[in-house]
C-alpha cells in the first residue's frame, strides 16, 4: 500500500483516525495522571495498523520485520544488563541486522557477480522485502544511540515494534533516528496546530507525488524506456530531465506525506529535504537530498572512520561505495555512488576553497549538470542500456532531435514550468508576503494563511483523486530500496 492510493486516503485513513481517536479517548479516560497520559492504546492501534499497512503487499515479510525488532530488543536489553560485554551485544546485533539485509537484497547480486566470473554458484531467487533498507538502518540507529547512551533502551517490546513499523516511513522514509523520537513513543501531544500543519504538509506532498512526480514519470518512460532503441540527443536529455523531476517530487512528496502525519500523531519527524536543485556545488547538493541518509552515514560510518582527522579520502569513498550499495544491489548503484564520491573529494580541494569568487550561476550550472549526468546512471541497472543512454546524451545518435521531444517539451509546458517553480522554495516565499505587506496586523495575516491554505489544499487534493482514479503508474521509486 501507498500513501498516493486511494484506497489509503478513503479507506485505510479514516479507519486507522477513527480507531486512533478512540485509542486516545480510552488512553485519558483510564490514565492515573491526567498531566502525562497513557499512550498504550493509542499506540496499539498504531502497530496493528503499521502491521496491516506492511502487510497489504507482502504478508510473509511481516514475520521477518517483528524477527528483526525482537533480536534488536535483546541485543539492546543485554547491552544495559551486562556492561562488561555491551560491546559484544552491539556487534552481534549489527552483524544480524547486516546479514539479514544482506541474504535478502545482496546475495543474489554477489552470486550473480561470480557465476559471471566463471564460478559456477548457484543464484538464488529471493525477492527484495519492500522497505528493508529502511527499517534495518533504523534498527542500527536504535543499537547505537542505545551503546553510545544517546537514547534508553526499550523495556518494552511493543514500544520498539512501533518505532520500527510505524507506517507514516516505514517503506521509504525518511530514516528516523531513534534518539529523534524516543521520548515522543510513549510521551506526546499533537495540538491543533500540529494537525493543522501536518495535513496540509500531507496534502503537499499528495499534489507532488500525483500531479508532478507521476505525470513525468509518464515523460521519462516514453524516452528512456520505449524510445531507448530510437533515442536522440534531444530525447535523451528531455527523458533523463524527466526523471530528474520525477524523482525528486516523488521522493520528497513521501517525505512531506510521512513528516505530515506523523506530526498529526504528535511525532516530530526531521526534515529530508532542503530544495536540492538550488544546490550549487555536489557538496552542497547532499546536504540537501536525502539528509536523513546523509546524516546517518555521517554519524554512524564517517566520522567512526575517522571523519576529516584522518584518511579522509578513503573515508569518503567508503561512506559512497555504501550509499550507492544501499541504493540498490547493481553495479550501476556502485558507480553512481563513487561518482559522487570523487567527485566531492575533487571540489575540497578544486572547487569549494574558491567557492566565493567563482559566479554563483555558474556554479548552479555546474552542480545541475553533474547530477542531472548522475541519474542517468542510477536509471539504468542494465549497463548495455546504460551505454545506449550515454552515447545518445552525449551525441552519439543518429539524430539530435525529433517531433517527440518537441512535443514532450511544447505540450507539457506548464507542467515544467511549475516544475522548475516547485523546485525553489516558493511557499516560503509566498508564505511570507502577507507578513511583509501587513506588518503588525498579525491576525490578519493569520486569517489570510489559513483561508490560502484551506484554498490550495482543496485545489491538491481535488486534482489528485481526479488524477488517480485510472491511474496506471502510482508505485514510489524508493519504495524498492
Known sequence: MV???LFFLFVFLPAFILLYRLGGWLDDRHSPDQLNPSHCWRNAVLVVFSLLFYAWGEPVYVLLMIVTVLLNYLSALWMV???STRKIALVTGLVMNLLILGSFKYLGFFARTLDSLGLEVPVPEISLPIGISFYIFQSVSYLVDVYRSDAPAQRRYADLLLYISMFPQLIAGPIVRYDTIAREINSRNASAEDIYDGVFRFLIGLGKKVILANQFSEISDRFLVDGLG?????GAWVGILAFTFQIYFDFSGYSDMAIGIGRCLGFHFKE???HPYCCDTITDFWRRW????????RDYVYIPLGGNRRRQWFNILVVWFLTGMWHGASWNFII????????I??????IIPWKDRIPRPLLHVYALLIVVLGWGIFYFDDMGALA??????FGASDHPTDFTVEGALFDNFWLWITAILFCMPVRRWVSSVPERLMPGHMGIVGNITLLSRLVVATVILVISVALLIGATNNAFLYTRF
Open 230 to 234: 530510437s533515442l536522440s540527443t534531444g
Open 388 to 393: 545506449t543512454f550515454f552515447q545518445a546524451i
Open 336 to 343: 553512481w555512488g563513487l561518482y559522487f564520491g570523487l567527485i
Open 345 to 350: 573529494m575533487v571540489e575540497k580541494f578544486t
Open 81 to 83: 544488563r551486562s556492561v
Open 3 to 5: 500513501f498516493s492510493d
Open 290 to 297: 536525502h539528509m536523513s541518509l546523509g546524516s546517518f552515514f
Open 272 to 274: 529530508n529535504f532542503n
